[in-house]
Structure formats: structure tokens, C-alpha cells
């Protein structure tokens, strides 16, 4: 039998353990909280009524797709495949791209006299800190 200070210290770890799990999983367990996607059944939709920004200049607005196979088909259809979902005037936008990088991590880390990058306003001046900062260490 375990000695109860034993066990008081074995529920402290397990509850550290499940906290460092749920922290690192956090958005995996919130999507399977709170969403099964419009079309967990399967099969073709179609989204009417909706406001549809498509990101091309040329031809910004639509206001219904097809998805087909999981992947858009048809924008302003006459003809609604599958299940029919209404979006009742709402905006429905692309999926956002964060391309972006921190290009100081690196000095950062190795050197406490790194160049501090993101105080930068262009390309030019990036290049110049790099510049100064090789000529200062070489």
C-alpha cells in the first residue's frame, strides 16, 4: 500500500504530466471540442446566399461555391450539389497565410552585442546592421 504523502506526490505529478499534455495539444483538443466541420457526413455542399470574397482583383465577389471532394468546384453555381447550406448574407473569406520569419533569433542567441533587426524600417537598413555588426566582430 502506498503511504499517503507517496500518493499526494504521485496526483501532483500526474496532474503536471496531464497539464503539459492538454497545453501542447490545446488546439487539437479545442477543434474536437467545438467543431465537426460543415460537412462531417461526407459528400458534396453547396453554399448559397453568402458573400464571397475570392481575392482576385479581376473579379473579387461571389456569392455561392460548390465543394466537391473536399475542394472548392464551382463559385456562383446554378445548380446546388449535395447538401445545401445557407449563409444568410455572411462574409465568407480565404484562409489566412502568416508567412513570416524572426531573421534576429539566431544573433540573439549566440552574441548579447547582436543587431537588433526588427528596430529596422527597410530592407536596406536590415542589410547595414549585418554590415556594421560583421565589421565590428571580424
Not at 31 to 48: C, H, K, Q, V
Not at 88 to 101: A, K, Q, T, V, Y
Not at 105 to 129: C, D, G, N, Q, R
Amino acid at each position: 500500500m502506498i503511504k499517503k504523502p507517496l500518493k499526494i506526490i504521485l496526483i501532483v505529478i500526474i496532474l503536471i504530466i496531464v497539464g503539459f499534455l492538454i497545453n501542447h495539444y490545446r488546439y487539437s483538443i479545442y477543434a474536437l471540442l467545438t467543431s465537426r466541420g460543415l460537412n462531417y457526413e461526407g459528400g458534396d455542399i453547396t453554399i448559397t446566399n453568402a458573400r464571397i470574397w475570392t481575392g482576385d482583383p479581376k473579379d473579387p465577389w461571389k456569392t455561392s461555391m460548390t465543394i466537391k471532394d473536399g475542394k472548392i468546384n464551382d463559385m456562383n453555381s446554378d445548380n446546388p450539389e449535395g447538401k445545401v447550406i445557407d449563409a444568410e448574407g455572411r462574409l465568407i473569406i480565404p484562409g489566412f497565410c502568416d508567412g513570416h520569419c524572426h531573421p534576429q533569433t539566431p544573433f540573439v542567441l549566440i552574441s548579447p552585442e547582436a543587431p537588433l533587426l526588427f528596430k529596422a524600417k527597410t530592407p536596406e537598413e536590415v542589410l547595414e546592421l549585418l554590415k556594421k555588426y560583421v565589421e565590428d566582430h571580424s
